[in-house]
């Protein structure tokens, strides 16, 4: 339904999520996600000669397709890296050429893949090699293998310098390795790898900045289409040796099971299965996030996807502002801003900051009357659940991540549940009901945030016009929210504390 409706509908919606091919600002300032051709899973980025190159996990077509640039948003295939699957895999037939990574070195594109048949933790990263970055490639052999080291599933390479000293990350489901490379950097050198993280992650990518090593990586379920649930994770450490922890304080190495971590970047209603992504600075200082998207809203696809990684006042990453996919943004080169220091960017909004009553971010809202937090009920997860107030539990179903629109109206949406604060059914009378339910496009999902001064806010409701207040001016816990038109009440008035 949503595919018919068009970009002029979805534009007057302005709520959040609406797809970049459904947005009618096709200027030069502004990219658009996907960027990428079709397929490019698990991209790598390089830079040669004012041309970007991206490489890509093969598809039916290619082995490791090849994508040039020349103003790093406008991407178009050029040829495949390989044009034959290498034969030296010692047991497995038929195997894939994924996760490619690229780096120059020593007068040289390097340019290194996994090798390996789906499901089998028997694998290995080989490296193949050419004078220029479009190729064509000529295969070297295998770097590592299942069974050195004495350890298996040996794919998704990233490789770094560390003091001048090439080093090799890699892992997949059985722990995050690194070891050091020999100075050709077509070998290891046994007896230098260490441990950096646990299991059921992989697609390992470092990044240097804040004097801090960031180790970032994908968890979840890759590869199942819209059933997919990656996302990107991270830890850090002082040292490129580690020990690497996250936000929680946890040590990467403790990391048992499927989002164990603290996400940096997870899907929404447009963009599913944001994951193993490469980290690559812009020719303006800017940090950038290349990754993919197991499905969009429109196509059950991997598309190429591209956002900014900010960091917030802890000097933790930060990608699209808000930690979701944009469908659209500033351009590499144009003037920046998420506004509030980790909010906004997704669901159209031009990255310009927020502009409006309160800045982008997560907040608990409190009625201003009855003192009583915003919250769902029974901290609920599901379409049609409902929004009431209820004394402090200190449970995220009281928390909401705000974020502007480009129209100057705000996403709200539950911090525990992810889902849209809206009025139900779109309704526009008086007495509707609050809820919450998943991403629609429709402006019944989209407020504006008003100052009604002395720290106090209207939040009203972008379809109807009405605001949101607690019912007869309720004071108890559990009493419903709805919308009505202002009566000059304090129970329309709410405050917001920043999380």
Same mark, same amino acid.
């Given at each position: 339904?949503?595919?018919?409706?068009?970009?002029?509908?979805?534009?007057?919606?302005?709520?959040?999520?609406?797809?970049?091919?459904?947005?009618?600002?096709?200027?030069?300032?502004?990219?658009?996600?996907?960027?990428?051709?079709?397929?490019?899973?698990?991209?790598?980025?390089?830079?040669?000669?004012?041309?970007?190159?991206?490489?890509?996990?093969?598809?039916?077509?290619?082995?490791?397709?090849?994508?040039?640039?020349?103003?790093?948003?406008?991407?178009?295939?050029?040829?495949?890296?390989?044009?034959?699957?290498?034969?030296?895999?010692?047991?497995?037939?038929?195997?894939?050429?994924?996760?490619?990574?690229?780096?120059?070195?020593?007068?040289?594109?390097?340019?290194?893949?996994?090798?390996?048949?789906?499901?089998?933790?028997?694998?290995?990263?080989?490296?193949?090699?050419?004078?220029?970055?479009?190729?064509?490639?000529?295969?070297?052999?295998?770097?590592?293998?299942?069974?050195?080291?004495?350890?298996?599933?040996?794919?998704?390479?990233?490789?770094?310098?560390?003091?001048?000293?090439?080093?090799?990350?890699?892992?997949?489901?059985?722990?995050?390795?690194?070891?050091?490379?020999?100075?050709?950097?077509?070998?290891?050198?046994?007896?230098?790898?260490?441990?950096?993280?646990?299991?059921?992650?992989?697609?390992?990518?470092?990044?240097?900045?804040?004097?801090?090593?960031?180790?970032?990586?994908?968890?979840?379920?890759?590869?199942?289409?819209?059933?997919?649930?990656?996302?990107?994770?991270?830890?850090?450490?002082?040292?490129?040796?580690?020990?690497?922890?996250?936000?929680?304080?946890?040590?990467?190495?403790?990391?048992?099971?499927?989002?164990?971590?603290?996400?940096?970047?997870?899907?929404?209603?447009?963009?599913?299965?944001?994951?193993?992504?490469?980290?690559?600075?812009?020719?303006?200082?800017?940090?950038?996030?290349?990754?993919?998207?197991?499905?969009?809203?429109?196509?059950?696809?991997?598309?190429?996807?591209?956002?900014?990684?900010?960091?917030?006042?802890?000097?933790?990453?930060?990608?699209?502002?808000?930690?979701?996919?944009?469908?659209?943004?500033?351009?590499?080169?144009?003037?920046?801003?998420?506004?509030?220091?980790?909010?906004?960017?997704?669901?159209?909004?031009?990255?310009?900051?927020?502009?409006?009553?309160?800045?982008?971010?997560?907040?608990?809202?409190?009625? #201003? =009357? +009855?003192?009583?937090?915003?919250?769902?009920?029974? $901290?609920? /997860?599901? &379409? *049609? !659940?409902?929004?009431? %107030? @209820?004394?402090?539990?200190?449970?995220?179903?009281?928390?909401?991540?705000?974020?502007?629109?480009?129209?100057?109206?705000?996403?709200?949406?539950?911090?525990?549940?992810?889902?849209?604060?809206?009025?139900?059914?779109?309704?526009?009378?008086?007495?509707?009901?609050?809820?919450?339910?998943?991403?629609?496009?429709?402006?019944?999902?989209?407020?504006?945030?008003?100052?009604?001064?002395?720290?106090?806010?209207?939040?009203?409701? #972008? =379809? +109807?016009?009405?605001?949101?207040?607690?019912?007869? $001016?309720? /004071?108890? &816990? *559990? !009493?419903?929210?709805? %919308? @009505?038109?202002?009566?000059?009440?304090?129970?329309?008035?709410?405050?917001?504390?920043?999380?």
């Amino acid at each position: 339904m949503l595919r018919t409706i068009g970009a002029g509908s979805l534009a007057v919606a302005g709520a959040a999520g609406a797809s970049g091919s459904a947005v009618a600002d096709d200027s030069s300032t502004h990219y658009h996600n996907p960027v990428g051709p079709i397929g490019f899973g698990d991209v790598s980025i390089i830079e040669s000669g004012g041309t970007y190159y991206a490489y890509g996990t093969e598809t039916p077509q290619d082995i490791i397709p090849i994508a040039e640039s020349t103003d790093l948003f406008n991407w178009s295939y050029i040829a495949p890296a390989l044009t034959e699957t290498p034969d030296w895999h010692p047991t497995e037939s038929d195997p894939g050429c994924w996760a490619p990574d690229i780096r120059y070195h020593d007068g040289q594109y390097h340019l290194y893949y996994s090798l390996s048949v789906w499901g089998s933790d028997n694998a290995g990263i080989g490296l193949a090699t050419s004078d220029t970055p479009d190729g064509p490639f000529t295969d070297q052999g295998p770097v590592i293998q299942s069974g050195d080291l004495n350890l298996t599933n040996c794919i998704d390479a990233d490789t770094v310098m560390v003091n001048g000293q090439p080093w090799l990350v890699w892992g997949s489901y059985e722990g995050i390795y690194a070891v050091q490379m020999n100075d050709a950097m077509d070998d290891i050198v046994p007896g230098t790898e260490f441990h950096m993280a646990g299991d059921s992650i992989e697609g390992p990518v470092m990044v240097q900045a804040n004097g801090y090593w960031y180790l970032i990586y994908s968890s979840g379920q890759c590869c199942e289409g819209y059933d997919s649930s990656y996302r990107l994770e991270c830890g850090r450490a002082t040292s490129f040796t580690g020990p690497y922890y996250n936000q929680n304080g946890t040590d990467l190495r403790d990391l048992s099971g499927s989002h164990d971590g603290v996400p940096i970047l997870e899907g929404n209603s447009q963009f599913t299965g944001p994951g193993h992504n490469d980290v690559f600075w812009g020719p303006n200082g800017d940090l950038w996030c290349f990754y993919h998207v197991e499905a969009t809203a429109d196509d059950e696809t991997r598309y190429m996807m591209q956002d900014r990684i900010q960091f917030d006042s802890n000097d933790w990453p930060v990608v699209a502002c808000n930690g979701e996919p944009s469908s659209q943004a500033p351009a590499p080169g144009e003037p920046f801003s998420c506004g509030g220091g980790g909010g906004g960017g997704s669901g159209g909004d031009d990255g310009s900051g927020s502009g409006g009553a309160i800045s982008d971010g997560t907040y608990r809202i409190t009625n #201003a =009357n +009855s003192g009583l937090l915003l919250e769902v009920a029974n $901290a609920g /997860t599901s &379409d *049609g !659940d409902n929004v009431r %107030q @209820w004394s402090d539990t200190g449970h995220s179903c009281q928390e909401w991540n705000v974020t502007s629109n480009s129209d100057g109206t705000y996403a709200i949406t539950n911090a525990n549940s992810g889902l849209w604060l809206e009025v139900a059914a779109a309704g526009t009378a008086e007495g509707d009901n609050i809820r919450q339910w998943s991403n629609t496009n429709h402006a019944c999902q989209a407020w504006t945030i008003e100052d009604a001064g002395g720290g106090q806010y209207r939040l009203v409701n #972008a =379809n +109807s016009g009405l605001l949101a207040e607690v019912s007869g $001016a309720g /004071t108890a &816990d *559990g !009493d419903n929210v709805q %919308q @009505w038109s202002d009566n000059g009440g304090s129970h329309q008035l709410w405050t917001f504390t920043s999380v």
